[in-house]
């Protein structure tokens, strides 16, 4: 068990929690809830060790082994996809470098030798298990050799969730970890976690991911935690149930107060009944107030001003293709915004939907086609990374400050009002914000401009539900033309009046809002979109293996790991020999060395057909 004790934390007059006491099993799978800015981040950065509560500590087992997925990251751009995967064990990392970098023609030294022993002795098998991570976050095979810093900060966060996991700790505590991924990623991480043989704590906004993964929730109100030993549904329908009992107990306790002070009145009045008064009083200071949750209320408040009337039609593409090198993304797009229209794009990740948004709005060129903008356009833009790329080193004031015309200076303090900053907290820097905060920071900066066009990609990411419905409730009011991409079926229901799917490189348009789109491709929820998934993808959906076939397969694989195996010992009796001085005096080194090549060749085919076959398995 992990024992967290009287935990407090305090920023100047801001007491975040305090008197925080919780039990952790090692086998508990946890949702952290809790509305943004309450202390959920900051909680599990103290069980991370990665900061020290003002007060209260932490106890763990002896040799226990937390991994921590934060929700900002700093990698190490300069490597490969897989090898900042694989940095997670070092010698393995070092030992693979040594061995591909080794030149034929050198003596191999004894760190050599050692690196050859590491990569055979652990390295190969934690390449393949890297692969297979990185595959179920959504990398091809050619991406994980491609630089990290290729990627954006969403697909760099995959690779320190498939780098986290890769570590195998005993508890993992996951802050946000489906906020960058896609909904084929977020399927296949939910079947990991349910089969996850420890335990883990994680926060997320995503209902669906809640149900589907946990079993115990800890909700953080108030500066107080709430423990519900149960799933996210019952969670739910506990909640209501003891704000019910909490609010009769609060209105039954007012009424014996209120009862109680009368009489207490009433006594004072007589000398003979004063030190009765005295007694009573003592009693109702030694009760235990009954408090409700003023803060349950606590919301942001979200208002478009008047959208500028622009002309008929505010966005357009015509025959826009987008390519990056041989990879096809768009092909011959034709697509027209009108003005006051409301437009959801879905749709698979990687089939263009934030690509032909940064070509509308202009942020990125077009390979093939034109886009334009309409008469009197006012753009808003709500990327995808948005709060991830606001300068760290900014206060909140400053941020707004720097979006915000010289107009709209007077009012900019009551914008982030609105937004729940105010006083002292404007000076905060991005830093120290949760994500949560940075994306209610990125939304008050839309704010300062009049928007006529708004564009939002992904905009619930990091908003917790409330927040998520406002931000609804506001759109909804909002009278320009709105674009939003989502994969939120709740936040895009009465939202839009029409639908962009995208797939197999083009866009098919439906005439209606996510519910009519989703009776027309005969699915409950976009997920299933995902998962009947390979039509989006251009082919039949993949039956189920049967008994016999896996068998079969799996016979397959012990045959692959017998000839590995075989394979492995001859590569190492060679590389054995080549240790002597004396072995490239024999004039027969050479076919040595030609047979080590080809040994390596066959090897590397027969791991190739081993991975093939166990991806085949883990999806049939």
Known sequence: MIYLQDLRIQYGDRVLFSDLDCSIGLNDKIGLVGQNGTGKSTLLKIIAGEIEAHNGRVEYPKNISIGYLKQMLDPNTRQCVLEQCLSVFPDILQARQIIQTH?????WTEADHEAMEVWHERGMEKEVQAIKLLKGLGFTQEDLYKPLSQFSGGWQMRVELARLLL?????LLLDEPTNHLDIESIIWFEGYLRQFPGGFILISHDKDFLRNTISRTLEIEGGKI???RVGYDRYLEEKVQRATIKAAAYQNQQKYIAEKEKVINKFRAKASKAAMAQSMMKQLDRIERIELDEYQDRAFKLRFDPAPRAGAWVLKAEQVGKSYGPKEVLRS??????????????????QGKSTLVKILVKSIPASAGHVEQGHQVALGYYAQDQSDALESSRTILEVIEDAAPESKRTQLRSILGAFLFSGE???????????????RLALACLLTHPINVLVLDEPTNHLDLASKQVLKEALKEYQGALVVVSHDRDFLQGLTEKVIEFRDH?????????NYFLEKRNAQD???????????????VKPKLDYEQRKKLNRQLTYLERDIEKLEEKIQQIELKMTDVAFYEDPGHVKLLSELEDLKGQLKEKWKEWESISQELDEG
């Open 103 to 107: 030149d034929e023609a050198e003596e």
């Open 167 to 171: 570590e195998e700790p005993e508890i």
């Open 226 to 228: 709430e423990d519900y």
């Open 333 to 350: 797009v034709d697509l027209t915004i009108h003005r006051g229209e409301r437009v959801a794009f879905v749709g698979q990740n990687g």
């Open 425 to 439: 907290e404007v000076d905060k820097r991005v830093s120290v914000l949760s994500g949560g905060e940075r994306a």
């Open 506 to 514: 083009e866009v098919f348009e439906y005439l209606g809002d996510i």
């Open 526 to 540: 976009l997920r299933e979109v995902s998962r009947s998934g390979q039509d989006d993808a251009g082919g039949p």
